[in-house]
């Protein structure tokens, strides 16, 4: 079978216990049992490096060039000091230092089969943040065998057998109709069986007055390969109702129908009665505007207003252009755009939607009947239960915030207390380089998408030691997150300009003029860093416990000083492409205690008993005491640094032969939660980080059965945008 390693993995951040340790020490002074000095540390580069900055070319295109402050190539201090920072949270478990933007619950694509339950509603009334809505939940008619579900809005052939639509008559508004009621069947086990019945729409009608003239009642509905739609009293006239004109456009191939949704009685037999209002409280409206913002993040708004149209210029959002992913019509909510979008986030009067309905209560609203669904908590939530999201107080501060510094967040904690910021005691100087001068690339660079945690099982955690999602579903109450996103290195890759690399270098083309031509979405790469560069800068640190030093030593040089050249760091642009790998070494360390600081300064020859100046051995011993205290955090940690195995493939989850191909990619994580009939567990979780890298071990085809050398835990294991677990 064939197989490829994904680019990313997690190292695991188990839930840490809510202690709460005193603040440093004042730094008027030094400790005398406290660590104080400069380490000088030198970086080098084993792939090409991308410190780059973006401008736009004379024809428009994207171009990278490498940073230069003076002619020199710039390395910012910052961009090392949130290298260190990153590691140093992994070897300690500290907080996150960053995590931005995950308050709100994350969509996910629900199947189809979820859709009968819901119920049309409509909103008629804003009383602040909460709303009330009309049940529409249609008419059942009278006879209705208890088997056979009745849809709860009316069909509306618009794009098969289509009907006219009257002019003016556009999404929300209140129409005429004649409908007919029309079963649904499909041709099963050798016979033909009701799937289910729905109102079919004869003719459609706008304006206040209702229409007089009663059309003619067809034989069947639109019908398909083995399935048909059968009229169920052709000799029954059909009944004439008012509601409203729910059009979501050709958002999905084979689409023929709109809906009307019911704006009269419930019953056949009692026209009069009006649909039943519900006050909905302020937890549906927060998941009604988190979802839409779901959407937002799975799709960008080129993708939505830059469609190329075939006959030139851009397409309408509206238009079918065909039915690959991409191709087709988008849904009316994904339409707007700037102040139309925060209003339609924030559910305004007249929004049509659906609702589920659970025990008596709206749990839910969707913008179309086939949505994009929430999970239970959001990434910020399960971070917070973990004592793992951001300090918001200096009750709060873990290892790397009292390192590093802390400021507090915005919006959130108050009082005197919190309005305090630390100040961090490491602080990293400028750069110098030596044999990094730019090497000429002049290629076609992949643009990376951002990082989807919608995907539930790459990102989800079965519990809060974050190991590997086994469940069908993920972020839910009693999991966890997988921990810190890191980016192997890729061994055993050419560098060579000229060469085209699969998975890395795209868009090789040239344009008439000879210039580079990156295609549609790739930038123009310019020059890069290139292998063997080095920069060397000074590490300041002031005050340091021996626990804190120790694991910063660990992270610049590891156990010992004999084991920094095998141990790859990330730096700068291109990490899943396999860029930015780098060595650190620790070459020279002018730190000492505070009590040796003293003897220094009084100018004595002499070290007093119990004072330390830093040297090899204390390195090691320090660093020692991180590698005692063990931890799977840390193993993940020291299995990042190793690097996928040598002559591996390792890309984003896709065909291979077709690495361009939206549509694939979108087809392996579909094909991955969905699995395969026949086999159980086929759904692929992100696997832990390991020595061998089996786990980011993935398939081609993930439809394929699972292997015991899959995840680690046979058939029963999953992969992660999709999850792992046994099928349900």
């Not at 139309?340 to 025990?359: H, W």
Request: aromatic share 8%.
């Amino acid at each position: 079978m064939s197989e490829f390693f994904n680019p990313y993995a997690f190292v695991a951040s188990p839930a840490r216990s809510d202690v709460r340790e005193p603040l440093p020490a004042p730094l008027g002074r030094l400790a005398a049992g406290r660590w104080t000095g400069k380490l000088r540390i030198r970086i080098r580069a084993q792939t090409p490096l991308l410190v780059t900055e973006q401008e736009r070319g004379a024809d428009g295109k994207v171009v990278r060039r490498t940073r230069r402050i003076g002619g020199e190539v710039a390395v910012l201090p910052s961009s090392v000091k949130g290298m260190i920072r990153g590691e140093y949270e992994m070897v300690t478990n500290s907080r996150f230092g960053v995590f931005h933007e995950h308050d709100r619950r994350l969509g996910y694509r629900e199947s189809t089969g979820s859709s009968k339950d819901l119920v049309p509603v409509r909103i008629v009334e804003v009383r602040g943040e909460k709303r009330v809505l009309l049940l529409l939940e249609g008419r059942t008619p009278a006879g209705l065998p208890g088997n056979v579900t009745m849809l709860k809005a009316a069909w509306v052939p618009r794009y098969r057998n289509a009907i006219t639509v009257p002019a003016g008559v556009q999404h929300g508004s209140l129409v005429w109709a004649w409908v007919v009621e029309v079963e649904r069947e499909s041709f099963r086990r050798g016979a033909w069986q009701t799937d289910f019945r729905y109102w079919r729409v004869l003719e459609m009608h706008g304006g206040p007055v209702p229409p007089t003239t009663v059309p003619a009642v067809p034989l069947s509905g639109p019908g398909g390969e083995q399935r048909r739609h059968v009229v169920v009293n052709p000799g029954v006239a059909p009944e004439l109702i008012r509601g409203w004109y729910f059009h979501s456009n050709q958002n999905v191939k084979g689409k023929h129908d709109e809906r009307i949704f019911f704006a009269d009685g419930l019953e056949s037999s009692d026209h009069r009665r009006f649909p039943r209002p519900v006050v909905i409280d302020d937890a549906v409206v927060r998941g009604w505007a988190d979802l839409i913002a779901s959407y937002d993040d799975a799709h960008d708004r080129k993708e939505i207003d830059e469609r190329p149209a075939p006959g030139g210029g851009h397409a309408a959002p509206t238009d079918y252009l065909g039915h690959k992913p991409g191709e087709t019509a988008w849904s009316w909510h994904l339409v707007p755009d700037g102040d139309e979008r925060k209003r339609l986030m924030s559910l305004p009067k007249d929004t049509l939607c659906y609702a589920r309905i659970e025990r008596g209560e709206v749990i839910e609203l969707y913008p179309v009947a086939l949505s994009r669904r929430l999970y239970e908590r959001s990434p910020a939530e399960l971070a917070e239960r973990a004592n793992l999201s951001p300090a918001t107080s200096h009750a709060g501060l873990s290892s790397a915030d009292r390192l590093f510094g802390w400021v507090p967040p915005e919006g959130r904690g108050g009082g005197r207390e919190t309005s305090r910021a630390l100040r961090g005691r490491v602080r990293f100087g400028p750069l110098s380089a030596a044999g990094a001068e730019p090497e000429n690339v002049d290629r076609g660079l992949a643009v990376l998408e951002r990082p989807r945690p919608t995907q539930d099982l790459f990102y989800a955690a079965e519990n809060h030691r974050g190991g590997p999602l086994h469940s069908d579903r993920g972020y839910r109450q009693d999991q966890g997150l997988r921990g810190r996103k890191v980016y192997p290195h890729q061994p055993g890759t050419g560098w060579e300009p000229s060469r085209r690399q699969p998975w890395l270098l795209h868009g090789t083309g040239r344009t008439a003029d000879g210039a580079p031509d990156a295609g549609k979405q790739n930038a123009v790469l310019a020059d890069w860093v290139p292998v063997g560069a080095t920069f060397e800068c000074d590490v300041q640190v002031e005050d340091l416990t021996d626990d804190e030093l120790g694991a910063l030593l660990f992270v610049l040089r590891g156990r010992d000083g004999e084991s920094w050249p095998a141990r790859m760091h990330k730096l700068g642009g291109g990490k899943p492409l396999g860029f930015g790998s780098v060595t650190i070494e620790v070459v020279s360390a002018g730190v000492r205690t505070g009590a040796a600081w003293r003897d220094y300064f009084a100018l004595t020859d002499e070290v007093s008993e119990g004072d330390e100046l830093l040297d090899e051995k204390t390195m090691d011993r320090l660093a020692g005491r991180v590698v005692a205290a063990g931890g799977r955090h840390l193993d993940g940690y020291e299995a990042y640094l190793k690097g996928f195995p040598p002559g591996t493939p390792v890309h984003y989850p896709a065909d291979p032969d077709q690495p361009d191909s939206d549509e694939n990619r979108y087809a392996w994580f579909v094909n991955n939660r969905n699995g395969r009939r026949g086999y159980s567990g086929q759904r692929r979780a992100l696997g832990e980080l390991s020595d061998d890298y089996r786990g980011l071990r993935l398939p081609v085809d993930p439809t394929t059965p699972k292997p015991d050398q899959f995840g680690g835990r046979s058939t029963r294991g999953g992969r992660g945008t999709g999850g792992s677990g046994r099928r349900r």
